[in-house]
């Protein structure tokens, strides 16, 4: 016998359409989603995928376009990894200017807002903001920095945040 889920795990939201008296899959305070079936949870959907990149242990991944999106390097080189959330075999990588390398990523579920910053301080290369399409992986835009460090990025309606080592940015995440 499987139980139904009445209250939201993350909020403890009611999931019942009062005025209807039906289940809601979606929670409305949270965006919780409903398992479809029993057991679902946690359910591997595809085999490991060998990358052959070495993932940052301090950047985290996100989604854009319909991909999951992952900080890597080899060797000097830096890239990001965009695998195809439908079919775990269409694998992106994309080569980032050496010698730059992923900080850390955002995303607004449409692009990709990567800060990056040298690989080694033997470097001239300045840090720089960088913003990729979500489904290609093409730059769109960038916002260069004389700074040889960013923080992460923050997203806000139209808004974008990050700081360097003495500044804070806010731009307008729309007009580029």
């Not at 985290?60 to 775990?88: N, P």
């Amino acid at each position: 016998m499987s139980s139904f889920t009445l209250f939201c795990p993350q909020c403890d939201s009611l999931l019942i359409d009062l005025a209807t008296h039906q289940a809601i899959d979606t929670c409305l305070h949270d965006g919780w989603t409903r398992p479809s079936s029993a057991g679902a949870v946690g359910e591997k959907l595809s085999q490991p995928i060998a990358l052959n990149v070495e993932i940052k242990n301090d950047s985290r991944a996100v989604t854009a376009g319909g991909r999951l999106w992952l900080a890597a390097h080899h060797e000097e080189q830096g890239f990001l990894i965009g695998i195809s959330l439908k079919d775990s075999g269409d694998v992106k990588r994309i080569p980032l200017d050496s010698p730059l390398q992923a900080h850390d990523l955002a995303s607004d579920g449409e692009h990709i807002f990567a800060t990056l910053k040298k690989f080694d301080d033997m470097s001239q290369a300045k840090a720089r903001l960088a913003v990729y399409d979500g489904i290609t992986g093409d730059e769109a835009w960038r916002y260069p920095v004389e700074s040889s460090a960013l923080s992460s990025v923050s997203l806000s309606d139209d808004l974008l945040c990050f700081t360097s080592d003495q500044s804070l940015f806010i731009l307008n995440r729309h007009t580029h």
